[in-house]
C-alpha cells in the first residue's frame, strides 16, 4: 500500500490493543477507504481489528433466527472471513470473553450474550457486532504505517467503538477533532482529479 508522499504523518503513537487505525485520504485499498479500525489485537505474530464505519445492509435479527427480536446492526469488520460473526463488548462478566484494554472485551459465550440480549441484562449499545474482520500478517500493519496508509490514535474514551458508526461522516469527524493538518485531510474530496 504505497500513497502520496503528501502524506507524511511520522505517527508517534504505537499501535497496541485497543487504538483507532485511520486510513490516509486515498488509499488504493478500496476496503479500507476512509475507515476507521478497531485494532483489538498487536503483537510479533500479526493484528486484527474491525472496521467501525461500515455498516452492512442487515440487523442481527434479519442474519441469524436465534437473533429474533434483537434489532441491532452489523457492520462489515473487514475483508476476511466475512462467513464469521465478531463482536465487541463492555460486559467483563461474559464468559470466556478475551479483554483487548481496560474498557472493552472481544468475544465470549454467544450463546449467553444472545440471552442477555433478549432479556435485557445488556444493553445492546455496548455491544457491537461485525462481519469479517481486517487481519495483517508478520509485521505487516508496521510496514504500513511507515509508509503513511494508516494514522494511529489512542481514543479517549470508548464512546467512539459504541456510538453509531454506520455514518460515513466518522472518519472525516475524527479527523477534524484532530485538528491542524489532519483536519485538512478531512477536507480532501475522494477523486482529487475532480477537485
Request: aromatic share 12%.
Amino acid at each position: 500500500m504505497k500513497n502520496n508522499i503528501f502524506f507524511k504523518y511520522n505517527s508517534n503513537v504505537e499501535p497496541t490493543d485497543g487504538c483507532i487505525l485511520v486510513s490516509e485520504p486515498h488509499l488504493p485499498d478500496n476496503n479500507f477507504d476512509r475507515t476507521v479500525i478497531l485494532l483489538c489485537k498487536h503483537d510479533e505474530e500479526g493484528s486484527f481489528g474491525f472496521v467501525l464505519n461500515r455498516k452492512s445492509t442487515v440487523s442481527l435479527e434479519e442474519l441469524m433466527k436465534d437473533a429474533e427480536g434483537i434489532e441491532v446492526p452489523v457492520y462489515i469488520g473487514g475483508p476476511v472471513e466475512q462467513n464469521t460473526l465478531h463482536f465487541v463488548h463492555k460486559d467483563e462478566t461474559l464468559t470466556d470473553a478475551e479483554l483487548v484494554n481496560d474498557s472493552f472485551y472481544w468475544g465470549g459465550d454467544f450463546d449467553l450474550l444472545l440471552r442477555w440480549l433478549h432479556d435485557k441484562i445488556i444493553d445492546k449499545d455496548s455491544v457491537r457486532f461485525f462481519l469479517g474482520y481486517s487481519g495483517w500478517g508478520k509485521g505487516q500493519l508496521m510496514e504500513e504505517i511507515k509508509e503513511n496508509s494508516w494514522i494511529v490514535i489512542e481514543p479517549k474514551s470508548n464512546e467512539l467503538i459504541f456510538t453509531d458508526g454506520g455514518s460515513d461522516d466518522m472518519w472525516k469527524n475524527i479527523l477534524e477533532d484532530m485538528g491542524g493538518r489532519y483536519s485538512m485531510y478531512s477536507k480532501y474530496p475522494e477523486d482529487p482529479s475532480l477537485n
